[in-house]
């Protein structure tokens, strides 16, 4: 799991959030890469929140490309996603899954 940092200015309008992704190593880059991207060109033009944000996103997202997770084993955070997606499963169709 790759989770991006985005922020974006204009002028007195800053917008920012994270956007998890479950995907292979090479897209998982990508989107740090165009998050990074986004970021260092759009983040810095909204005043006051934009020149407070932007250094923050930025070296989140740096970090994600330094801190490549393990390829032999699932993340925690995957693990904790796929419990999450089985209870929820369980709990909205609890007859069908117990039929199968």
Known sequence: ??????VWSALL???????????CRRCG???LIIALLTCVLF???????????TPAQ??????GLLRMPDQSVP??????RVKFQLARDLATKPSQALAD
């Not at 983040?43 to 944000?53: D, R, S």
């Not at 930025?58 to 970090?63: A, G, P, S």
């Not at 993340?75 to 904790?80: A, H, K, M, W």
């Open 58 to 63: 930025i070296v989140r997202n740096v970090l």
């Open 75 to 80: 993340s925690p955070e995957l693990v904790d």
């Open 29 to 31: 880059v990508r989107f």
């Open 1 to 6: 799991m790759y989770t991006q940092h985005i």
């Open 43 to 53: 983040g810095w033009w909204g005043f006051p929140f934009g020149v407070f944000l």
């Open 13 to 23: 309008f800053t917008s920012w959030n994270s956007e998890t992704h479950v995907c």
